[in-house]
């Protein structure tokens, strides 16, 4: 990845690849084709990392808006950040589209399904029923997602996303208020 926010994907060559990995070409073409392919393999780290992240901080024994707020900071902003800061980082996040949308997908899926299932949760225990109020916990994680989509196209700056995505995980929170 360092190498990639470096140079950028278009500019990385698999011989800039190859020295920062300490191997030879002949050696890293043995694993992967091409730098779509490395793509690919850090894509999926990155995802199964942000993953794994936002599921330890919703097992807290915080309350409800911390943990998700947690979830958000931990598997979401701060594993961003570095790639945010990046000149590059635009560019990276652009051959997602083209080179791991499938990736990307299952991400999201994967992601929302662990906010939503935080949500029911939460809202079993206040028992609240979120139908009664025109909600669903599929649709209120899908619409956290959506607002941090939509945040992270148009606020650069990190101490600002993390006050709008405050904004949102409280939003959350009085949906399962009794």
């Known amino acids: 990845m360092k190498v990639f926010l470096a140079y950028g994907f278009q500019r990385t060559t698999m011989d800039d690849i190859a020295r920062a990995a300490d191997l030879s070409r002949p050696a890293l073409y043995l694993v992967f084709r091409n730098k779509g392919d490395i793509y690919r393999a850090i894509a999926t780290g990155f995802f199964r990392d942000s993953l794994a992240k936002a599921q330890l901080a919703l097992a807290g024994d915080d309350g409800f ?13 701060e594993i961003m950040a570095p790639i945010l800061a990046s000149e590059h980082g635009a560019e990276i996040l652009d051959m997602k589209n083209s ?66 995505a405050g904004q949102l995980v409280r939003l959350a929170a009085l949906a399962v208020q009794p």
């Not at 808006?65 to 902003?77: K, P, V, Y």
């Not at 997908?105 to 809202?123: D, K, N, P, T």
């Not at 206040?126 to 994680?141: I, M, P, Y």
């Open 99 to 164: 080179l791991a949308a499938d990736l990307m997908a299952e991400w999201r899926q994967g992601f929302a399904g662990l906010m939503a299932a935080a949500i029911s949760a939460e809202a079993d225990a206040r028992q609240v029923d979120l139908s009664e109020r025109g909600f669903s916990a599929d649709g209120l994680a899908a619409l956290v997602l959506d607002g941090l989509e939509g945040m992270k196209m148009r606020v650069a700056d990190a101490a600002e996303q993390r006050r709008l």
């Open 65 to 77: 808006a911390a943990r998700l707020s947690r979830a958000i900071d931990d598997g979401l902003l």
